[in-house]
């Protein structure tokens, strides 16, 4: 009995050391995962709002840096290098910081951006991109802050802020082009040695020797110097009876590896040259 009452009391202090109360957050968190032209790029930010208050020269005082959203820093992330107005910017994840304007905003690209609200010191040479973009009065109000994307081109789109009778955006331009031409010349010039051994494992598995003959040969001859695409080849030849071709190929894969010094395909290659009766 004693041990029950424990176990219960036990339980019951478990419960409510986990249990939390939710409740609907002031300002909740948003996440855009938007393609521009090639390039992803993933915003992430809280989201107050207007609740009566007047925003911009008064909540968000005029040529004062602001987090640009509330809670945790507004984040940007992009999956290439970007331009920014002049500026080059590195693939890889920015605090957004700005200071608005009555005329125009100055947007910055913090290359800190695990601060919560603003730095406590500002290091000027975390500054990755700063551009200064004219500001739009709208004829409404838009209640909750927005951060979204608009006006986009093959190789560029606006990143846009909006709030109460506020909108300022800054233009990103994206690698596009060369992208796609690179994408266009990779398929043109037809499947890679990879390629032909990834078909060449393919067809082995599913026990069409034929083909994974065809491709793996293919795939030795586009890289010479890769011992596990000899490793497979010798594989597949001795799968279609040619024993001394898969003992040359072994031997071959063997050779290699030992000046990779990889000792699994060392070994692997002797136990088949063992089995394969080579000499």
């Given at each position: 009995?004693?041990?029950?009452?424990l176990?219960?009391?036990?339980?019951?202090?478990?419960?409510?050391?986990?249990?939390?109360?939710?409740t609907?957050?002031?300002?909740?968190?948003?996440k855009?995962?938007?393609?521009v032209?090639?390039?992803?790029?993933?915003?992430?930010?809280?989201?107050?709002?207007?609740?009566g208050?007047?925003?911009?020269?008064?909540?968000?005082?005029?040529?004062k840096?602001?987090?640009?959203?509330?809670?945790?820093?507004?984040?940007?992330?992009?999956?290439?290098?970007?331009k920014?107005g002049?500026?080059?910017?590195?693939?890889?994840?920015?605090?957004?910081?700005?200071?608005?304007?009555?005329?125009s905003w100055?947007v910055?690209?913090?290359?800190?951006?695990?601060?919560?609200?603003?730095?406590?010191?500002?290091?000027?040479?975390?500054?990755?991109?700063?551009?200064?973009?004219?500001s739009?009065?709208l004829?409404?109000?838009?209640?909750?802050?927005?951060?979204m994307?608009?006006?986009?081109?093959?190789?560029?789109?606006?990143?846009?802020?909006?709030?109460?009778?506020?909108?300022a955006?800054?233009?990103?331009n994206?690698?596009?082009?060369?992208?796609?031409?690179?994408?266009?010349?990779?398929?043109?010039?037809?499947?890679?040695?990879?390629?032909?051994?990834?078909a060449?494992?393919?067809?082995?598995?599913?026990?069409d020797y034929?083909?994974a003959?065809?491709?793996?040969?293919?795939?030795?001859?586009?890289?010479?110097?890769?011992?596990?695409?000899?490793?497979?080849?010798?594989?597949?030849?001795a799968?279609?009876?040619?024993?001394?071709?898969?003992?040359k190929?072994?031997k071959?894969?063997?050779?290699?590896?030992?000046?990779?010094?990889?000792?699994?395909?060392?070994?692997?290659?002797?136990?088949?040259?063992?089995e394969w009766?080579a000499?």
């Amino acid at each position: 009995m004693k041990k029950i009452i424990l176990f219960v009391s036990v339980a019951l202090l478990s419960f409510g050391i986990e249990a939390q109360i939710k409740t609907p957050q002031p300002s909740p968190s948003s996440k855009i995962e938007q393609v521009v032209g090639l390039t992803d790029v993933t915003v992430e930010y809280s989201r107050p709002s207007m609740k009566g208050r007047s925003i911009f020269g008064n909540l968000v005082p005029y040529d004062k840096l602001w987090r640009t959203g509330a809670n945790k820093n507004t984040q940007i992330t992009f999956s290439d290098d970007v331009k920014i107005g002049d500026a080059e910017l590195k693939k890889g994840t920015y605090a957004i910081f700005t200071n608005p304007g009555k005329e125009s905003w100055e947007v910055i690209f913090y290359s800190d951006a695990n601060n919560w609200g603003t730095p406590r010191e500002w290091d000027d040479s975390k500054v990755a991109a700063k551009v200064k973009v004219k500001s739009n009065t709208l004829p409404f109000n838009v209640e909750t802050f927005t951060i979204m994307f608009s006006d986009f081109t093959m190789d560029s789109a606006h990143l846009n802020f909006v709030w109460e009778k506020t909108e300022a955006a800054v233009k990103i331009n994206v690698p596009a082009k060369e992208k796609a031409a690179a994408s266009i010349e990779t398929v043109m010039a037809g499947p890679s040695a990879n390629d032909h051994y990834q078909a060449a494992v393919f067809y082995k598995d599913t026990e069409d020797y034929a083909k994974a003959k065809q491709h793996i040969e293919k795939a030795v001859a586009g890289r010479a110097d890769a011992f596990w695409y000899h490793r497979q080849h010798s594989l597949i030849l001795a799968k279609t009876g040619d024993k001394a071709g898969a003992i040359k190929a072994a031997k071959t894969s063997l050779e290699l590896a030992e000046k990779a010094k990889n000792a699994d395909y060392v070994k692997l290659n002797k136990d088949s040259l063992a089995e394969w009766g080579a000499k």
